[in-house]
């Protein structure tokens, strides 16, 4: 064996040596950490999407006393883009004193209302809805924030617009 055939081995020897000590750290981080996650250390992961389209808010043509509208309806597809189901809970804007969801015409959602595992759901004054209740004045053309919690896909935000009276 030649002299620079010994350093050359030395030198690679020395590297692993250098090496290990950070690899079996990262390892052991890796081990650790994927046991506190697995004990739920690390908290949920909401594996259920949503996709809100169509959001609308037509401007209500009814009004109460004094000219202010006492409700408004709005327009809304949910899609729900995983295999689980997951149930919209409530909704709320600050462009109305309250949101109410309803089952359908008439009768409040109580518990919510369910989005099936990868299917559709459709919001309308037809069918379950959400009714804004004392709505400021909103004008056409205007962006309304709704903020819509679900069971499991958390809270999710949607800009819906203002369209005119009789339109969707």
Known sequence: MTAATAG???RARGLVQAGAAPVACGLVLVAVLGSWVAA????TIARVRVQVTLAAVPMPSFTG?????LTSATYLTIRNLSASPDVLLSASS?????????RRPGA???????LPAAGTLTLSPFGPDLVLT???QLEAGEQVPLILRFRHAGTVT???SVTP???P
């Open 8 to 10: 050359a081995g030395g």
């Open 40 to 43: 739920g250390g690390g908290g």
């Open 65 to 69: 006393a004094g000219g202010r509208a």
């Open 94 to 102: 600050p462009a109305a004193v309250r949101v109410v969801l309803v």
């Open 108 to 114: 409040v959602a109580r518990g919510g209302v369910s």
């Open 134 to 136: 004392g709505p400021r």
């Open 158 to 160: 949607v800009e819906a």
């Open 165 to 167: 009276p009789g339109t």
